[in-house]
């Protein structure tokens, strides 16, 4: 079974400064990771993911991560924050060949000016 | 529809009482997930559908949870005898791919809040 850690509940930082959620997942298999973002009252949208090839992945509104198979990680990571990024993030991944996925508890990105 | 929809947005129920939450996925997906977060927790996964048949029902918590997509498209999660610990939003997911092999994040709905009172 897999698991996702994301070793922080809560992220406080200042408008324009650059943040970086963490995510560690366990698997003794091949996995997919993804990174999704929960505005208030609403669904999951997804963010980016890993698929496989180049390690250092690309995502809408200006975030990126970083996946380190020896590490076991998945770092999410924007250099300039906004208040609009306000909002709760989780890691996620799924196993290679299952469709289900297994979520972290979230990190809350607070952004303040 | 343009995207997953699901009704009704909030719901409070007596405990005991039974609830059913609806599940409208985008036109023509296959796949259609429910997940149940709990407040404060990342979202687990109930049970998975690939058109009408239910593949994966591990994650449902108890016998009092049941779920249909008889035809293929809308999707209706039930509980019955709702307990304080079924409190929680509902989410709902549908993909355009069959499961194995999903290359995609799901598209995920809104949610139903749920409240045992």
């Known amino acids: 079974a897999q698991s996702v850690t994301q070793l922080d509940s809560q992220v406080p930082v200042f408008e324009e400064a650059p943040v970086e959620l963490r995510c560690n997942y366990s698997s003794s298999v091949s996995v997919y990771l993804f990174w999704y973002v929960q505005y208030p009252n609403q669904g999951l949208q997804l963010l980016l993911k890993y698929l496989s090839g180049s390690t250092l992945v690309k995502g809408i509104n200006g975030f990126e991560a970083e996946f380190n198979k020896s590490q076991t990680s998945f770092h999410l990571r924007k250099p300039s924050v906004h208040i609009s990024d306000t909002a709760e993030y989780f890691c996620?991944?799924?196993?290679?060949?299952?469709?289900?996925?297994?979520f972290g508890k979230g990190t809350m990105l607070l952004v303040s000016p | 529809g343009a995207g997953v929809s699901q009704s009704p947005r909030y719901k409070v129920a007596k405990r005991g009482q039974d609830v059913a939450l609806r599940c409208d996925p985008i036109?023509?997906?296959?796949?259609l997930f429910w997940y149940q977060q709990a407040l404060g927790q990342g979202p687990e996964f109930l049970t998975y559908?690939?058109?009408?048949?239910?593949?994966?029902k591990s994650g449902l918590p108890s016998d009092r949870f049941f779920a249909e997509r008889p035809e293929g498209s809308v999707s209706t999660l039930k509980i019955q005898r709702t307990q304080q610990e079924d409190s929680a939003v509902y989410l709902c997911?549908?993909?355009?791919?069959?499961?194995?092999?999903?290359?995609?994040?799901?598209?995920f709905g809104s949610g139903t809040r749920l409240t045992v009172v």
């Open positions: 559908f690939q058109n009408e048949a239910q593949l994966d």
């Open positions: 996620a991944v799924r196993r290679s060949g299952y469709s289900t996925l297994t």
């Open positions: 997911a549908s993909s355009p791919r069959q499961g194995m092999g999903v290359e995609d994040g799901y598209t």
């Open positions: 036109s023509g997906h296959v796949s």
